[in-house]
């Protein structure tokens, strides 16, 4: 309990890792090159409009979110998603169809042909693959299920969660879960029965069943409660330069306010993205740089938008929709940001956010912006039947949104492993490790904690 320990970055992960290890009882000091904590949880509130510009939402995968929420006190603030939005959305032929969520609706849905829906049945007869580790998620799913559910289910869904490309990530290191299904029970279906019963033994929820939570006041309330509680232990506008092992402890340098500094710990722990980590482990690894620079991060701008409630045409009684690919829009999606959640806007109003470019189409980034932006308007407006302008719009441009999990990933994940062996009390966390999720950052900050 002596010990000391560096956690660098005040993202979700940190300050989750660092909230165990101080309730522990260590010495923690988190250092934090912003002015403020949240990392890519930032919440805005301007002409009555509340704006998150990274996650919209969380999903209630784990008992250790409401453990944490409680703790700090936010359980007041704490909203879960309205019922409606249960319903989601899928782009087709420029119409929107929604996305079946039992056996019944799917066997009325025309998002999929009847030969897509005969397809389906064939899955528990299909064996498994010789060469799981190195599958994209567009190979695994077109084997095991046919091209329409990639292209009309997997395809958009993967845009949704990682603005990925389907045929680049790895399913064994972007969608574990699924890859074990097939690996341990032999097929998708027969592993969704089998698999329910684990997690209730765990006590833990699927993403497909899991309650979507935010906060009244958005999503940045949550890392702001956290360093609330850990104020005294948060170092901010700290930009970490590098670490080395000096005497048998890290002794990390740090520039802050102009000056070069340092700090001494038993235990570094990073959740800084990888393009960062890297320069700060140069020094001590240049291998380890050259795997964490090689994972790319898509450029990804958010779009809000609002209306006149009354100029839309369409009944927004849904989570909001997600475009295919093959559909050839300027933009991967949009949610529906006041059908979700309350206080997104007031009642006479609609609020929206819309996702550009990710890895299936950053080369939109080479047009002209406003260009861009009336083209995504234009397209929006028309799937909408929406009748007059928008009455506010704010952007935000993420240059490196979200760590993709392409193939041959897992010699990335060897590789951390065998650098935290090398060097004892250096560990690697961040989104980049054990998933992209805000739940899944949260369970990986209790597994990786000392």
């Known amino acids: ?51 998150d510009y990274g996650p919209n939402s969380g999903l209630e995968t784990t008992p250790l979110i409401r453990q944490i929420v409680d703790d700090i006190g ?28 039992n056996p019944l609706t799917f066997s009325t849905t025309k998002l999929f042909s009847l030969k897509a829906k005969l397809r389906l049945l064939n899955e528990p007869f299909i064996s498994k693959s010789q060469d799981g580790y190195y599958q994209s998620i567009a190979d ?26 389907p045929n680049k990530l790895s399913v064994k290191s972007a969608f574990p879960k699924l890859y074990r299904l097939e690996e341990l029970y032999g097929g998708l279906i027969k592993g969704m029965i089998k698999g329910a019963r684990e997690r ?13 939570f935010s906060f009244i006041n958005g999503m940045h309330s949550f890392p702001s409660a956290i360093a609330d509680k850990m104020k005294d232990k948060i170092l901010y506008e700290c930009r970490v330069k590098s670490s080395e092992r000096r005497n048998e402890l890290w002794n990390i340098q740090y520039e802050q306010n102009g000056g070069d500094k340092n700090i001494k710990a038993d235990i570094v722990i990073s959740t800084v993205p990888a393009y960062i980590a890297s320069t700060i482990f140069n020094k001590l690894d240049s291998n380890l740089s050259d795997h964490l620079n090689a994972i790319y991060y898509p450029p990804v701008m958010v779009l809000f938008l609002g209306y006149k409630k009354d100029s839309i045409g369409i009944p927004l009684d849904g989570f909001g929709y997600l475009i295919p690919s093959n559909e050839n829009k300027t933009f991967l999606g949009a949610i529906w940001s006041s059908t979700i959640f309350p206080n997104r806007c007031n009642e006479n109003m609609a609020a929206f956010t819309l996702f550009i470019g990710g890895a299936r189409s950053p080369h939109l980034f080479q ?43 897992i010699q990335h994940e060897k590789y951390f492993a065998e650098f935290e062996k090398k060097n004892p009390g250096i560990f690697l966390g961040g989104n980049y490790r054990g998933g992209i999720s805000v739940g899944d950052c949260i369970k990986m900050s209790v597994e990786r904690r000392v």
């Open 1 to 51: 309990m002596s010990k000391k320990i560096a956690v660098l970055g005040a993202g979700i992960s940190g300050l989750s890792t660092a909230y165990w290890l101080a309730k522990d009882g260590f010495d923690v000091t988190i250092l934090e090159a912003a002015k403020v904590p949240g990392g890519s949880m930032q919440t805005a509130s301007k002409e009555g409009f509340l704006i």
């Open 367 to 409: 047009l002209d912006k406003q260009k861009l932006l009336d083209s995504v308007l234009i397209e929006f407006k028309q799937i909408m039947h929406i009748r007059q302008e928008p009455v506010f719009i704010e952007e935000k441009m993420w240059e490196k949104a979200i760590p993709q999990y392409n193939l041959g990933y």
């Open 74 to 101: 936010l359980s007041d603030e704490m909203i879960y998603a309205n019922e409606t939005s249960n319903k989601r959305y899928i782009l087709k032929n420029n119409q929107l169809h929604s996305l079946p969520m």
């Open 200 to 212: 209730k033994r765990r006590a833990e929820e699927s993403k497909q069943s899991a309650r979507m």
């Open 140 to 165: 695994f799913v077109k084997r095991r299920l046919g091209q329409e559910f990639l292209d009309y289910a997997i395809d958009p869904f993967v845009s949704g969660v990682f603005a990925g490309d």
